[in-house]
């Protein structure tokens, strides 16, 4: 069956550094998320991406945020100056329709961030 | 934010019986459910949903319930085997009459034990 996967399963970065999360959807998909949790709480929505643009970002999706699509395969999302608090298991997605009832989100198996 | 709510952190069944997760949610403007099941180190996999115009639907061993009124839903698994021991997540969705994929707002989960 076919998977999401991400890369680096563990990022260790100083805090104020730039960092890359990488994710590789399903190849057929048009759709692609990224969710995050922060350890012992609820998963959260970021961001979500369609036709080469952002369609909706949450709050904490902020400025230090950014994502891309840099070719056909590839998915990422840069933090630019990682803060403390952005320590979380960060999680693609992606879906191959727009309706849920028949394209539910395909997850990877996550990238721990530790940021010290 | 406890748009949706898994009040049972944990649940220990035998294998065989049934397992009842439950799940609440307090925006009215939810109209589509998930379950989704988590293993440790993976991200997590799609396991049944439930739109809120039905109240029921079933996938071999595992059925969701949905009782609007209540705004509640329960996931059941008849019979549990070893293997469904797993972190249990609610989530729920504003998809709107296009059920377009938004974003999902999750409970933090139900540790479920089957024990053989």
């Known amino acids: 069956e076919p998977e999401v996967t991400q890369t680096p399963s563990h990022q260790v970065t100083q805090m104020g550094q730039e960092v890359i999360l990488r994710c590789v959807p399903i190849?057929?998909?048009?759709?692609f998320y990224w969710y995050r949790q922060i350890l012992g709480q609820k998963v959260e929505f970021l961001v979500s991406?369609?036709?080469?643009?952002?369609?909706?970002k949450s709050e904490i999706f902020d400025d230090q945020f950014s994502v891309e699509r840099p070719d056909g395969s590839n998915f990422t999302l840069k933090i630019r100056s990682t803060k403390l608090e952005d320590s979380a298991m960060y999680f693609c997605?992606?879906?191959?329709?727009?309706?849920?009832?028949?394209?539910?989100?395909?997850f990877g198996n996550g990238t721990r961030l530790t940021v010290t | 934010d406890q748009q949706v709510k898994q009040n049972s952190p944990s649940l220990s069944v035998q294998e065989g019986r049934i397992s009842i997760l439950n799940c609440d949610y307090t925006?009215?403007?939810?109209?589509?459910f998930l379950w989704y099941k988590k293993y440790p180190a993976e991200g997590p996999t799609f396991l049944i949903s439930?739109?809120?115009i039905k109240d029921k639907n079933e996938d071999g061993r595992f059925t969701v319930f949905l009782n609007k009124s209540a705004k509640h839903l329960s996931l059941h698994i008849v019979p549990s085997q070893p293997g469904d021991s797993a972190v249990y997540f609610c989530?729920?969705?504003?998809?709107?009459?296009?059920?377009?994929?938004?974003?999902?707002?999750w409970g933090l989960g139900t540790s479920l034990a089957v024990n053989p």
């Open positions: 997605a992606s879906s191959g329709g727009r309706a849920l009832y028949n394209s539910p989100l395909h």
């Open positions: 190849s057929n998909h048009l759709y």
């Open positions: 991406f369609y036709n080469n643009e952002i369609s909706e």
């Open positions: 925006n009215s403007m939810f109209d589509y």
């Open positions: 439930i739109s809120s």
């Open positions: 989530a729920a969705s504003a998809s709107g009459n296009a059920g377009n994929n938004r974003k999902l707002i």
